[in-house]
């Protein structure tokens, strides 16, 4: 289990441990994925095809950004159209794994539902190899006070069983092996409905409940405050 948790500072284990044996939280703890780190599902995304990838992106750029840089919600006069997430840079396994639970339904979204259906494991594997491949557009967000954010991922709250974020996502939000993705340069819009998804239950493919344990305990206030600070990092 401990390397399914990356490559974390060893002060962190125990609470961790706690996190995850908690009676009260047993009940939310499912695998909620499918995928498996074989060694053969980690080759196989690790020779992923970015060449193939770079073919197969051109029907995701329309929602996704011909980079992969995403959106945030944008209002249109009586139009809006939804957040998507930034995938350029992406951590590739951890694409890998998205897309195969939107395929496996579980993780479910009314557009990447369909589209993850119709994409072969290798295909996915492509795809990730292409994305992570390119570069994130940084998004400048100056004068902001970012302190109530920046105390959360560095130290977390120990009373409410939070470890901090950078723990398991880096110091800059970089992301680490296996599955964990990186968090820099993310859209706000969609990074603070994914949390509150993780939150309700309504995304739940985070293997050993890792995510939705953490969102539970977040405030609202605080998934805005970090879902901007995460925004501007590079
Ligand atoms: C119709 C618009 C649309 C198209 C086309 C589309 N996506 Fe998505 N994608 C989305 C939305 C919206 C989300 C966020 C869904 C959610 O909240 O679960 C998303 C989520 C994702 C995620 C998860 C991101 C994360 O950080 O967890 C990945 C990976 C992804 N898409 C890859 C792709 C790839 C690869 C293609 C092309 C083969 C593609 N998408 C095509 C709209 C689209
Ligand atoms: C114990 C390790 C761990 C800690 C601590 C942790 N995360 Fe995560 N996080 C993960 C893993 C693993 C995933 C991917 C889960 C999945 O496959 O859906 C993830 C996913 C996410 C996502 C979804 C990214 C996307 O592109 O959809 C966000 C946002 C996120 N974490 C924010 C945070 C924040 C904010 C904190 C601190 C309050 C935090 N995480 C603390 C392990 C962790």
Request: charged share 25%; glycine share 8%.
């Amino acid at each position: 289990m401990v390397h399914l948790l990356g490559a974390i500072d060893m002060r962190w284990i125990p609470i961790l441990l706690t996190l995850l044996s908690t009676p009260a939280l047993v009940n939310a703890v499912e695998s909620g994925s499918t995928v498996a780190w074989t060694y053969e599902t980690l080759q196989q995304v690790r020779k992923g095809n970015a060449e193939n990838g770079n073919k197969l992106a051109g029907s995701c750029a329309g929602c996704h950004g011909v980079r992969g840089e995403g959106t945030n919600v944008e209002i249109r006069d009586d139009e809006s159209l939804p957040a998507i997430p930034a995938i350029a840079g992406q951590n590739p396994y951890y694409m890998y794994k998205q897309l195969r639970d939107y395929a496996n339904d579980d993780r479910s979204h009314d557009s990447m539902s369909g589209i993850a259906k119709g994409l072969s494991e290798q295909d996915a594997a492509d795809l990730a190899a292409w994305f992570s491949s390119l570069a994130l557009p940084i998004q400048k967000d100056e004068g902001k006070d970012f302190s109530a954010a920046q105390k959360m991922i560095s130290t977390g709250d120990g009373k409410r069983i939070l470890p901090p974020c950078s723990v398991c996502h880096g110091a800059n939000g970089q992301g680490d092996k296996i599955d964990i993705p990186s968090l820099a340069g993310q859209r706000a819009d969609y990074f603070e409905k994914t949390l509150l998804a993780y939150r309700d239950g309504q995304r739940h493919n985070d293997i050993y409940s890792r995510m939705r344990l953490i969102a539970k305990q977040l405030s609202v206030d605080e998934i805005k405050a970090l879902s901007i600070y995460y925004q501007q990092l590079k």
